[in-house]
């Protein structure tokens, strides 16, 4: 490999660690019924805020919760996929 395409792939290297550090400090909402939730791209839940009147049904909070996680969560996912996305290079899948 020629020194120039070893600098370029630092180059990306560097740009893809950045990307990956600002996702990870970014904050993604996800919400259901009566429930939001707030999760860091490093997937720590920040915070979770669930409406009054759902505490006195346990089945529904409990799925509400779960699907309110698995929003922010593939909110994740979805940004991770856009920033590996910008690095497609060929024989490498990300």
């Not at 993604?28 to 669930?50: C, D, H, P, Y």
């Not at 505490?55 to 590996?84: G, M």
């Amino acid at each position: 490999m020629n020194n120039q395409m070893i600098q370029k792939l630092k180059r990306m290297q560097q740009e893809l660690k950045a990307g990956q550090e600002k996702i990870e400090a970014s904050e993604f909402e996800g919400s259901a019924t009566g429930v939001n939730v707030v999760v860091l791209g490093n997937r720590t839940i920040l915070g979770i805020n669930i409406d009054d009147e759902l505490l006195s049904d346990k089945d529904i909070l409990q799925d509400s919760i779960l699907v309110a996680i698995n929003a922010a969560l593939a909110k994740i996912d979805a940004a991770l996929a856009e920033l590996y996305k910008k690095f497609n290079v060929p024989g490498m899948n990300f």
